[in-house]
C-alpha cells in the first residue's frame, strides 16, 4: 500500500476514490486475517460511510488534509463510541463504550477511515499478543513466530498491508517492541503530548498513544494528527505541535554537530549477537550521515526492568479494581452473594496474566511491603530519570537495540513469565522517565526476521528524533522489504 503522502495526492488528483481505497484495504484484511488475527472487529460499515464523507468533500471542491481517506487500525484498548472495545478480555466482551477517546475523535475529525479494531494483550499486558483471550496473532514475516506486544496487532496490520497506519499504546515497550518484531516505524511520544482520554488504563504513570507506520514519515504525520492538550486529561501537557515532517532532510550534516550517545549497558549478555551486529551496522551509517557517536552509561538502566515490574502491577491492581461484576461489564452467574460475584468475576473475566499482575501489584501495596517495594521502585525510577539527565548534557540523541531479540515462536515464552517480561527490557526506562522513543528498521536475521534500532530522545524533541529516524531511513533500504518479498 502506498504512504500516506502517495494516497493524499491520488486522492486530491481524483486518481482513485477514498471508496476505493478503503475497499482495498478491507479486501485484503478478508483475504489475510485466517491467517493472520491482527483485527478483533472489522468495522467496514463505518469505514466505508467515512470514505464517503471524504469523496464528498473532493467532489464539491474542499480540501481536505493528509489523513483524510486513510485506512487506520486502533488498538482495542481506546474506546470508541457504539463500537465494542473489549481490551482483548473477556470482562469487556460486550462493552461499547457510550463515548469517544480523544484520540479517535482527532482522528474522525481528520478523516481518517477507521477499518477496525486491531488485537492486543488482556489490558495491553504482554510482549506477544498471546495474552488475548480471542485470539493468537502471527507475525506477517513467520506465521509460527508472534508479532510482539501488546499492540501486536496493530504492528502486523500494518506490516501486512492491511491498514496504511495504525494506533497503538506503550507503558513498557508495547509500540517500539512489536515495530522491531514485525519490520516497522513505532514511536512512543513524550509522557503526556497525546491524550490518554479514553485509553482503559493499565499504567496510569506509563500509558502512552502513539503511532505506527511502514515509513518515519507515516509516523510523523500520524502523531502530529493525534498529539496536542485535551483539558479532559489532567496530565495533558500544553504545548504547541510542530510539523514533525519539518525537519526532515537527507543527512545529519553539519558533521558532528548531532551527537549520539550508545547506551552501553544495552550491549552484551543478553543481547544476540545478529541483533547487536545490525544495530551496529546503523550506528556506522548514522556516523556516515554526519551524527557524532559517542559510548555513553546509564548505570541504573539495568534496573529499570525490576523497579517496572513492582510499579507497572501496582497501578494495574489499582485500575482494575473496577471491574467487579457491578457496574459494568462481565459478570458471574449463578453467584451466591456479592463476595461470590467478586470473586467468580474476576476469576472468570481475567485471563492469567492479567490475575498476575493483579496479585503482584496488590502484594507489593498491601501494609509491610509498600516501604521495602513500591516505595523503593519509586526511587530507583527517579533515579533513571537522572541517568537520562545526565547523558542528554552531552549527548542529543541515545541508541540501543529496541529487543534484544527478533521474534520468537508462538508459545516459545508463555511457560516462563520471567523471560517473556526480559523481552522488555531496552524498552521500558523510555517509559519509567517518561521520554519518547522510536524504533526503525535496521536489518533482518539469519531467519528473515526484522531488527529494530531504537533512538530515545529529550523530553518534547519528537521533531529531533523523527529526523535522525528519517535520515537513516533513507539511507537504507530496510523498510522497503516486506513480508511477502
Known amino acids: 500500500m502506498a504512504s500516506i503522502r502517495e494516497l493524499h495526492k491520488q486522492l486530491v488528483n481524483k486518481e482513485r476514490s477514498a471508496v476505493e481505497i478503503t475497499q482495498a484495504a478491507l479486501d ?29 468533500k473532493i ?3 474542499e480540501e481536505i488534509g493528509l489523513l483524510a481517506g486513510i485506512p487506520i487500525g486502533i488498538k482495542d484498548n481506546m474506546c470508541t463510541k457504539g463500537i465494542l472495545t473489549t481490551c482483548a478480555s473477556r470482562m469487556l466482551e460486550n462493552f461499547v463504550p457510550p463515548y469517544e477517546s480523544t484520540v479517535t475523535q482527532k482522528l474522525a475529525d481528520a478523516g481518517a477511515v477507521m477499518v477496525g479494531k486491531t488485537n492486543l494483550d488482556e489490558f495491553a499486558m504482554g510482549g506477544s499478543t498471546e495474552n488475548s483471550a480471542y485470539q493468537l496473532t502471527a507475525n506477517p514475516w513467520d506465521l509460527s513466530r508472534v508479532p510482539g506486544g501488546s499492540s501486536g496487532g496493530s504492528a502486523a496490520a500494518v506490516a501486512a498491508d492491511e ?10 515497550g508495547s509500540i517500539r517492541q512489536p515495530a522491531s518484531f514485525c519490520g516497522i516505524v513505532g514511536m512512543k511520544p513524550t509522557y503526556g503530548l497525546v491524550s490518554r482520554y479514553g485509553l482503559v488504563a493499565f499504567a496510569s504513570s506509563l500509558d502512552q498513544i502513539g503511532p505506527f507506520g511502514r515509513t ?46 550508545v547506551i552501553k549497558e544495552t550491549f552484551g549478555e543478553g543481547l544476540d549477537s545478529v541483533v547487536e551486529q545490525a544495530v551496529t551496522k546503523a550506528l556506522d551509517q548514522l556516523q556516515d550521515l554526519g551524527a557524532e557517536i559517542h559510548v555513553i552509561s546509564c548505570p541504573r538502566f539495568r534496573y529499570g526492568l525490576s523497579s517496572y515490574y513492582i510499579i507497572a502491577p501496582s497501578e494495574a491492581s489499582a485500575n482494575l479494581a473496577r471491574y467487579d461484576g457491578v457496574k459494568y461489564g462481565y459478570r458471574a452467574p449463578d453467584a451466591d452473594n456479592l463476595l461470590s460475584m467478586y470473586t467468580r468475576t474476576r476469576a472468570t473475566g481475567f485471563g492469567a496474566e492479567v490475575k498476575r499482575r493483579i496479585m503482584i501489584g496488590t502484594y507489593v ?21 537522572q541517568d537520562f539527565e545526565k547523558a542528554f548534557e552531552t549527548v542529543d540523541v541515545l541508541a540501543c537495540p529496541t529487543a534484544p531479540t ?68 533513507r539511507s537504507t533500504t530496510w523498510h522497503l522489504r516486506t513480508p511477502e518479498d
Open 28 to 56: 485484503r484484511i478478508q483475504a489475510l486475517e485466517p491467517k493472520l488475527h491482527s483485527f478483533l472487529c472489522v468495522t467496514a460499515q463505518k469505514a466505508l460511510q467515512q470514505a464517503q464523507e471524504v469523496d464528498a
Open 59 to 61: 467532489a464539491n471542491g
Open 163 to 172: 491498514c496504511v497506519v495504525a494506533i497503538g499504546s506503550d507503558t513498557g
Open 216 to 261: 518515519v514519515e507515516d509516523a510523523a504525520i500520524l502523531l502530529g494528527a493525534i498529539a496536542g492538550y485535551d483539558p479532559k486529561d489532567s496530565t495533558s501537557l500544553k504545548v504547541e505541535i510542530p510539523d514533525y515532517t519539518a525537519s526532515f532532510k537527507p543527512d545529519l550534516k553539519p558533521r558532528g554537530k548531532l551527537k549520539i550517545g
Open 365 to 385: 501495596l498491601s501494609a509491610g511491603y509498600y516501604d521495602a517495594y513500591y516505595l523503593k521502585a519509586q526511587k530507583v525510577r527517579t533515579l533513571i530519570k
Open 406 to 473: 527478533t521474534a520468537f515462536k508462538a508459545g516459545e515464552k508463555t511457560t516462563d513469565p520471567l523471560s517473556m517480561y526480559l523481552v522488555d527490557l531496552m524498552t521500558i526506562p523510555a517509559n519509567l522517565a517518561g521520554l519518547p522513543g522510536i524504533s526503525v528498521p535496521c536489518g533482518f536475521d539469519q531467519n528473515g526476521l526484522p531488527i529494530g534500532l531504537q533512538l530515545i530522545g529529550k523530553v518534547l524533541r519528537e521533531d529531533q528524533l523523527f529526523q535522525v529516524a528519517h535520515a537513516y531511513e
